[in-house]
């Protein structure tokens, strides 16, 4: 079972990064092999509209870090997905690798990998759901299977404002190990 997770935060060690670990330590107890992996440390910028990859598979011509990033999305059983919120979704980094996955949605690269998302806004409300719905719209034009923590509808969402303030909310922490404990589980069944 391998699971990529992706911190779409352009700030490495902040509050996404909190809930991402506790989710890839639940997912390693499940037998999973995790590698965690911040868009900070990648240069993706935004796709053009060239199509070139409508021609040739897995073509473009920007020369920076998306498709490295989306081969190891391709070679995953899964994918772990978070983001703050900015402006009521999620980050303008994040954004641009899933516009540039068009790549892999042309040869059905993602199709029935397990996906889960996680947020973290500034208050509560504060835009973590249409984030975690930008990040399951991603999922599912992928063609991939969304997990969802129990008994809620949308994946790991977490209140935190300050840096550090996700290790404050329980509930959040508790919703970040919900879904990956059901990733594990989708991804087993696969």
């Known amino acids: 079972m391998k699971v990529l997770a992706i911190n779409g935060s352009p700030r ?11 989710a890839a ?3 390693r107890k499940a037998g999973a092999e995790v590698e965690m992996i911040s868009i900070a440390d990648f240069d993706i910028r935004p796709c053009t509209g060239c199509r070139r990859c409508y021609q040739k598979l897995w073509d473009c011509p920007i020369a ?3 498709i490295k ?3 190891k999305v391709a070679y995953s059983d899964g994918i772990l997905v978070g983001s703050p919120v900015f402006f009521g979704g999620v980050t303008a980094q994040l954004k641009a690798l899933f516009d540039r996955s068009i790549m892999p949605y042309q040869a059905l690269d993602f199709s029935d990998k397990v996906g889960g998302a996680i947020t973290v806004g500034g208050s509560s409300h504060g835009g973590q759901e249409l984030a975690a ?7 599912m034009c992928h063609n991939m299977v969304i997990a ?13 404002n300050d840096l550090g ?3 404050k909310d329980e509930n959040g922490i508790e919703n970040a190990k919900s879904l ?9 069944k696969r």
């Open 64 to 66: 920076d870090d998306a």
């Open 12 to 22: 490495k060690k902040g509050n996404t990064q909190i809930l991402m670990e506790a």
């Open 165 to 167: 303030d996700a290790k």
């Open 180 to 188: 990956a404990q059901r990733m594990a589980k989708l991804i087993g």
């Open 69 to 71: 990033v989306l081969k």
């Open 133 to 139: 719905l930008q990040i399951m719209s991603f999922f």
């Open 148 to 160: 969802t923590t129990k008994g809620e509808v949308l994946g790991g969402m977490a209140t935190a």
């Open 25 to 27: 330590e639940e997912l």
